[in-house]
């Protein structure tokens, strides 16, 4: 099934960042673009959502440099159009493996692509790790544990139901049950024709 292919990696990509955690260290992809395109992207993909997590804590501590704020703002704008990128990859890839597909005269579109729900899916794997981080530490209360177990219990249900989901759309998509149908998502903001602010310092 691809979820179980895609959970692996994500895995992989979270447990090879805490081992230096830091979000200014390298990144090595270990699956090559031309040979396994799919497991590249994924890989990417979830190493993009990785990094962004820790400039989220990062730009939250209450004592940090106004300058610094803006500088780390600034990348994570660059991170969340990197995520949005790679979701579209991801889509693209889908597109041509299922181009030759014809859809059936009653098939229906979903209400995301399935690189969006692989999107979320990326986020649910560092949920799990970061709620599994809080449920099993030594230093924390047994009431800090036990809540934190019982959040890291229903995200644990949620990841196998958008995985089932996740795969049954791609299955539907397959059958010519479903059909995929992708738009991109034009933001606005970061493009200095169509941002007012921008676009007045030309």
Not at 102 to 119: F, H, L, M, R
Request: aromatic share 8%; charged share 30%; proline share 2%.
């Amino acid at each position: 099934m691809f979820s179980a292919k895609a959970n692996k990696i994500f895995q992989d990509v979270i447990e090879k960042y805490h081992i230096i955690n830091t979000v200014d260290q390298s990144f090595t992809n270990s699956y090559d673009k031309d040979s396994n395109l799919l497991e590249h992207l994924l890989y990417r993909k979830c190493w993009i959502d990785t990094v962004q997590w820790h400039y989220e804590d990062i730009i939250r501590d209450p004592q940090i440099d106004p300058v610094a704020a803006l500088t780390l703002k600034r990348q994570i704008d660059a991170s969340n159009q990197d995520r949005t990128d790679m979701v579209e990859y991801i889509d693209s890839y889908f597109l041509e493996k299922y181009n030759d597909v014809s859809s059936k005269a009653e098939a229906t579109i979903n209400t995301e692509s399935p690189a969006w729900g692989v999107d979320r899916l990326s986020i649910l794997a560092l949920k799990v790790y970061h709620m599994n981080e809080e449920a099993t530490r030594t230093d924390a209360s047994d009431a800090h544990r036990a809540a934190c177990q019982t959040k890291l219990d229903i995200l644990l249900e949620q990841r196998v139901d958008l995985s089932t989901a996740i795969d049954t759309l791609l299955e539907d998509i397959s059958k010519g049950d479903k059909y995929m149908k992708v738009y991109k998502q034009m933001k606005m903001y970061n493009d200095d024709e169509l941002n007012p602010v921008l676009r007045s310092q030309k």
